[in-house]
């Protein structure tokens, strides 16, 4: 797969995770859910980059993790910045490991 298949791969995967955590706040207040579960549930929406940053992170990846934190890590990972930007940001650090 090629580079700009990968970038166009993640861009959609966040969007789609984006879009799915804003209906899911909507869902959890009408349907009256825990902050527990309302955690939870979005847990299980998570697909693809953003499912693999969540599992990377112990903090966000235990079950006792609020929806408030998740969010807010979720939001600074991936909302101010394109994956694209993300993407660039990993290769540099991977090449200069390779110079070390």
């Not at 298949?5 to 799915?20: H, P, Y």
């Not at 990993?90 to 090449?95: E, G, H, N, S, Y």
Request: with cysteine; hydrophobic share 40%.
């Amino acid at each position: 797969m090629s580079q700009e298949s990968r970038i166009g791969k993640a861009i959609v995967e966040v969007a789609l995770c984006t879009n799915s955590l804003h209906k899911l706040i909507y869902i959890a207040k009408v349907s009256n859910w825990l902050e527990d579960e309302k955690t939870l549930i979005a847990k299980a929406k998570l697909q693809g980059i953003a499912l693999h940053y969540v599992q990377g992170r112990e903090l966000l990846a235990i079950d006792a993790c609020l929806y408030a934190i998740l969010r807010e890590h979720l939001a600074e990972r991936f909302s101010e910045k394109s994956p694209a930007h993300n993407y660039t940001q990993l290769q540099d650090a991977m090449q200069e490991k390779e110079k070390v």
